[in-house]
């Protein structure tokens, strides 16, 4: 299993991005599809999932209401639209897969794991 992520890029505080994440697997609904980031310095940090058949989304309680998480499972793509952006938001962005994963905060279970798409937010 492969994950390229995409996206990222410099953005001003209040803007918006969307990365894309995408998943060299036959059946994106096996898996759940992980979010985290890494600033400097710090281990990394749950953003979010979506859970595999079920497809529900999961989201760090600090994060609700200003990222979604979607897929389309025909392009075997996840997405984390991110808005309303600050500056404590900078940070390297990975996506990684759980297979028959129920939806796990930690990345320990995430088997597979993307390059990472660094998302700096400026002042």
């Known amino acids: 299993v492969q994950l390229q992520a995409s996206g990222g890029g410099l953005v001003q505080a209040g803007g918006s991005l969307r990365l894309s994440c995408a998943a060299s697997?036959?059946?994106?609904?096996?898996?759940?599809m992980g979010w985290f980031r890494q600033a400097p310095g710090k281990d990394h940090e749950f953003v979010g999932c979506i859970t595999g058949v079920a497809g529900s989304t999961v989201y760090a309680d600090s994060l609700k209401g200003r990222f979604t998480i979607s897929r389309d499972n025909a392009k075997n793509t996840v997405y984390l639209q991110m808005n309303s952006l600050k500056t404590e938001d900078t940070a390297v962005y990975y996506c990684a897969a759980d297979r028959w994963g129920s939806g796990s905060y930690s990345p320990g279970p995430y088997e597979y794991w993307g390059q990472g798409t660094q998302v700096t937010v400026s002042s």
């Open positions: 697997v036959r059946t994106l609904s096996s898996y759940t």
